[in-house]
């Protein structure tokens, strides 16, 4: 994006200080939305209605810089609209092809400081969200820190709030509460709120590139203001020359269904850099992962080591009757012996040990119609893993590896910069990181899916390599038992985690007590849940996550995995209450048959779901797979049921959802 330059005199600004308010309007292309920004009284506001009431009150703009005071601005200028209305397609995704219609806005904001004396602001305006972001003029080749965001939220009257604490030790791998909006103290995004008013809204960002990761500061009274991740010298992100800061987004609309479908999160980022991506095949996989995390083999080497040569031809051989594409092999590489977290600079991306035929195992794979995926767990040794970044990836390009999942596995603000600074995981430093990550991953025709990441902000569509990312409580936590995640987890991550982008759940757990008899150490679903994963959380790359006897033991079940796409043409919403129930349909990429995934949280629940969304004048046989009578995620998880019946989309369907329970959906199309 182009940094215009505006010539404005200190005299200028300190008349304009006391002059008359400055004021410019954006409405969205369905006049849904109105956007205000405003400079008055030494500062630059914006404000949001919807259908002509409030929702954002006048909020702050503007960055701070070190060694200057804080902005006062005086001056609105140069007013430049224009009007977008186009549709693209995506390589893969959740949708094939996207529409970005949008009104823009941009400003320049003149203040008294020597960084900010020329802001050009940019605003978009969609009917379901807005976006904004700032561009700074600084000379070519200077150097800058910018200390601070002073952008706020200030959404009008009571809200309810999703939410956890920001900056643990665990990243963003906590459960969510909900509370009153004022209690909010340091918050990750997307955070989303429910008004009393009925509107819905979710912050976060877009296109996080170079620049700290957004938190969200509550003062108590409601407003949220901007809060960027600190690098060790207590400043947040070092600059140099020109340069735009990531969108800060909102989205807003009636329903919790609005927020999940919106596409405003890939419309703000930049169109795909790497043209032709043919060679990434979304898909399942299958892996030797759940059998380590209930510590029936280890990473590390040994007799009871799980990457050995026999052991994952066993997966792959799995993987070739079942029809799935990938075997995750994780422990396959020398570093994982001793305090592998304490000493992820001792890692290597390149050497296996002894007993895994890397080779071999490549070759036996694709001779039967499977990849390996890749495993490159750094313990947070990221200087390490820099080091051997290119040969690591070139290494797995010879082998036929397409996919490479990445891991962080390591408390946050405590991750070592090449100086010993200490770096949160999401950081200025680690965005950089993890964007060369991807481009070094990029030249060699490989995908990555980041765990331990730095949050999804839309740049899959930039570089579709970026296939999934962790980033939240997923599946594994349902091994450990301390505690593992309650049902309504599942109601909540599609309208908080899952709005930033896909999430790699690693879903399909059929033995969901898996040993424990203590309902918190076990499995909180019904096995119809584990099903319906599938389609309500989406990933390009889904795992069938149990062991191969499990599902050997239920192919009746197993069935639906077999059968659930990856990737598709087009997916809704269809009815939700975030924290206690979600509906989800989705139409296969390219086919005509559609999926559809319920989940409900601790409470049964009974729900008439009309199939307006199936193709008109079609029939469709319906493969439904339901919580059984007597099922319960406490005492009967196992407990379901499998029905056929002709439908079209004049029906309804009466959905019966267990405590803790689901249903998953196929609708194949008839002839």
């Known amino acids: 994006m182009r940094v215009r330059v505006a010539a404005v005199s200190l005299v200028v600004l300190a008349q304009g200080i006391a002059s008359a308010q400055a004021r410019e309007c954006v409405q969205s292309p369905g006049k849904v939305l109105e956007l205000c920004v405003a400079v008055d009284q030494g500062r630059a506001t914006y404000q949001v209605s919807r259908e002509g009431k409030q929702v954002l009150a006048p909020g702050e703009l503007g960055l701070n810089f070190e060694g200057e005071q804080v902005a006062r601005f005086a001056t609105l200028t140069d007013p430049r609209r224009k009007s977008v209305d186009t549709r693209w397609e995506l390589p893969w995704g959740e949708a094939r092809v996207i529409r970005d219609r949008h009104n823009e806005l941009v400003v320049t904001l003149g203040g008294d400081t020597p960084r900010n004396r020329a802001v050009e602001a940019t605003f978009r305006v969609f009917d379901d969200g807005v976006g904004l972001r700032y561009g700074y003029a600084i000379a070519d080749g200077q150097a800058v820190k910018v200390t601070g965001d002073r952008t706020q939220f200030r959404p009008v009257g009571p809200h309810q709030a999703w939410w956890y604490q920001a900056l643990g030790q665990e990243r963003d791998e906590y459960l969510y509460t909900q509370t009153d909006a004022r209690r909010i103290t340091l918050a990750e995004t997307p955070l989303t709120l429910k008004g009393d008013n009925g509107v819905y809204l979710s912050f976060h960002e877009a296109a996080l590139v170079d620049f700290p990761s957004m938190l969200l500061a509550g003062n108590g009274t409601g407003t949220l203001t901007a809060s960027l991740m600190p690098a060790p010298d207590g400043t947040a992100a070092a600059k140099t020359g020109p340069f735009v800061t990531p969108w800060r987004t909102v989205l807003i609309g009636d329903s919790p269904a609005a927020l999940a479908d919106s596409r405003i999160e890939l419309n703000l980022n930049e169109p795909n850099r790497l043209g032709d991506v043919s060679w990434f095949k979304p898909g399942k996989y299958v892996g030797i992962w759940w059998e380590m995390h209930l510590s029936h083999s280890t990473w590390g080497s040994g007799w009871r080591h799980g990457a050995n040569t026999d052991n994952v031809k066993r997966y792959i051989d799995f993987a070739a009757k079942n029809g799935f594409g990938g075997v995750l092999v994780e422990g396959w590489n020398r570093g994982w012996d001793g305090d592998w977290i304490a000493n992820g600079d001792k890692f290597s991306f390149t050497q296996a040990y002894p007993d895994f035929d890397a080779p071999g195992l490549a070759a036996y794979a694709k001779a039967k119609g499977v990849q390996l995926i890749g495993h490159n767990e750094t313990g947070g040794g990221v200087e390490n893993y820099e080091r051997q970044l290119e040969d690591a990836m070139a290494f797995y390009a010879r082998l036929g590896v397409g996919v490479v999942k990445t891991g962080y596995v390591r408390h946050s603000g405590e991750i070592l910069d090449a100086n010993g600074g200490k770096q949160w995981f999401a950081g200025q430093y680690m965005v950089r990181h993890h964007q060369r990550v991807a481009e070094v991953a990029a030249k060699h025709r490989i995908a990555i899916d980041a765990h331990e990441p730095v949050k999804e902000t839309g740049l899959r569509r930039t570089w579709p390599n970026l296939v999934s990312r962790e980033g939240a409580r997923g599946q594994e936590f349902n091994a450990w038992g301390v505690p593992t995640n309650p049902p309504e987890h599942l109601t909540i991550l599609p309208f908080t985690r899952m709005l930033a982008g896909p999430m790699d759940f690693t879903p399909g757990i059929f033995d969901l007590a898996h040993g424990q008899t203590e309902l918190t150490r076990r499995v909180q679903s019904t096995l119809a849940t584990q099903l319906a994963e599938y389609v309500v959380l989406y990933s390009p790359v889904q795992m069938a996550a149990d062991l191969p006897e499990n599902y050997e033991a239920r192919p009746d079940a197993f069935q639906f995995i077999k059968d659930v796409p990856t990737d598709w043409e087009q997916s809704r919403t269809?009815?939700?209450?975030?924290?206690?129930?979600?509906?989800?349909?989705?139409?296969?990429?390219?086919?005509?048959?559609?999926?559809?995934?319920?989940?409900?949280?601790?409470?049964?629940?009974?729900l008439r779901q009309p199939l307006d969304f199936l193709a008109p004048g079609k029939r469709y046989e319906a493969?439904?797979?339901?919580?059984?009578?007597?099922?319960?995620?406490?005492?009967?998880?196992?407990?379901?049921?499998?029905?056929?019946?002709?439908?079209?989309?004049?029906?309804?369907?009466?959905?019966?959802?267990?405590?803790?329970?689901g249903t998953a959906i196929r609708f194949r199309a008839l002839p």
């Open 623 to 661: 493969q439904i797979y339901a919580d059984a009578v007597g099922a319960d995620y406490r005492t009967n998880p196992q407990a379901y049921r499998i029905e056929k019946r002709v439908v079209t989309r004049g029906d309804m369907l009466e959905l019966a959802l267990a405590p803790g329970g």
């Open 574 to 606: 269809l009815q939700a209450a975030i924290g206690d129930y979600v509906v989800v349909a989705r139409q296969a990429r390219g086919g005509a048959d559609w999926y559809l995934g319920a989940i409900t949280d601790e409470n049964a629940r009974a």
